[in-house]
């Protein structure tokens, strides 16, 4: 994408030169993935494979899924439990994820489970370069059609700590004539329930016609940063385990994802010293809280177009300040900067300059800051004595 630049002369004695443009060039690159390295299905349904990217795209995302056999003792076996060959996918502009079919056959035969593999063969967009990420392979479990398993639709939710809820979804792997409820609960590990997240139990009830179902888990901000990710588990139990076994993904993964920062900036814009009372004083602040003790480097140095100089009025350096874990918002933190004392009078005031450098990305520092160094000194001028004495004829030499 463009926009113009165009200069503006303040009068008709000043000529610009014509607009320039600005190029926005798009960096990001898409990496598409499989939702799962595991999925299962009933013979004679459908086995539904999900594709999706890791962000939204301008463009359509368009490749395929290959359906292969296996070398294994469980293998199923090509144009009689399932279909081989390359389903197309496409994942709009707007959307994550897209799910292929990948046509099973009921055999029959009460078998146990065969297995298959399905990978994503290529994935290219008109709009630009798709990588493919991990996992790019999944295994197709075919269950016998005498039971029906359920399963979560992936088994790693990732979620920002600041996005309110996050959505699990659990699927039925085959066909019922009747409503079946499931229970999915909550399992604390790392994240605490009532600080990170909200505890849930809830019944799902699945119509014969349905296929999948979600349900929302409040996610808790409690405005600390740096705390790191957080998990917990995501289970669930069917009426009768016997008819309605549990599938490839028993368990869902939620991850907290910490991904906040710290902005750290000076408690003012100019700090003032007497050149006779130094050292200078310059303070900082943090929010919000971190649940780490967070460090920044003070460095002082001379103006662009110097007035204080470095050794001369000031030390020139690094000071470290650090601001210990769980200390409260807008707390200030200080370092002093000694101040040069040459007790010369009636010098010009003159400033040098204090930056704040961060640790890390995840430290968002505010601009520079100013250090004034007012000269206070006031000469007193006086007679260098009361008496004074010549001979006649001779100037009377009189000193101040």
């Keep these: 994408k463009t926009f ?22 798009d960096n990001y690159v898409p990496t598409v993935t499989l939702t799962s390295t595991t ?4 013979e004679g349904q459908p086995a539904q494979v999900c594709v999706t990217k890791d962000l939204l795209t301008a463009s359509d995302i368009i490749g395929v899924i290959t359906a292969n056999p296996i070398v294994a003792s469980n293998a199923a076996t090509p144009l ?65 059609n005498s ?3 359920f399963s979560f639709v992936t088994n790693n939710v990732p979620v920002p700590k600041n996005a309110n809820t996050t ?13 079946i409820s499931v229970t999915v609960y909550t399992t604390p590990l790392t994240a605490l329930p009532g600080v990170d997240f909200t505890p849930v139990q809830q019944t799902l009830s699945f119509l014969p016609s349905d296929t999948i179902k979600c349900l929302s888990i409040p996610i808790l901000d409690d405005g600390i940063a740096f705390t790191g990710d957080k998990i917990f588990k995501v289970g669930f139990n069917t009426s009768s385990t016997t008819l309605y076994p549990k599938g490839s993904i028993p368990e869902s993964t939620v991850t907290i994802q910490d991904q906040s920062v710290v902005r750290v900036s000076f408690t003012a814009p100019i700090y003032v010293v007497r050149q006779s009372q130094g050292p200078a004083t310059v ?6 809280r971190a649940a780490v003790p967070v460090t920044v480097t003070v460095v002082a140095g001379e103006d662009p177009s110097p007035s204080a100089r470095a050794s001369t009025d000031f030390s020139a ?16 933190f200080c370092t002093n900067i000694p101040i040069v004392d040459n007790r010369v009078a009636l010098q010009p ?28 000194y006031v000469p007193t001028v006086t007679l260098t004595s009361t008496t004074y004495t010549t001979q006649e004829g001779q100037p009377a030499q009189v000193c101040v």
């Design 147 to 149: 039971v029906i398993p």
């Design 80 to 144: 009689v439990q399932f279909k081989n060959g390359s389903y197309p996918f496409t994942i709009a502009a707007g959307v994550r994820v897209t799910c292929v079919n990948i046509t099973t056959y009921d055999d029959k035969i009460m078998t146990d489970p065969r297995v298959f593999s399905a990978s994503i063969g290529q994935a290219t967009s008109t709009g630009g370069a798709v990588t493919m990420g991990n996992p790019s392979t999944a295994q197709v479990t075919i269950v016998d």
């Design 167 to 179: 959505t699990v979804c659990l699927q039925k792997l085959g066909n019922s004539t009747q409503t």
């Design 4 to 25: 113009t630049v165009t200069l503006q002369p303040p009068n008709s004695r000043v000529v610009v030169s014509p607009p320039s443009q600005v190029l926005i060039v």
């Design 349 to 376: 005031n003159k400033t040098f300059t204090v930056t704040l450098q961060p640790p890390n990305s995840r430290v968002v520092v505010s601009p520079p800051s100013q250090v004034l160094i007012v000269d206070n």
């Design 39 to 42: 999925y299962m299905t009933q």
């Design 283 to 288: 303070c900082i602040v943090a929010t919000p």
């Design 317 to 332: 350096g690094s000071y470290v300040i650090t601001i210990p874990a769980n200390t409260p918002p807008q707390s200030p």
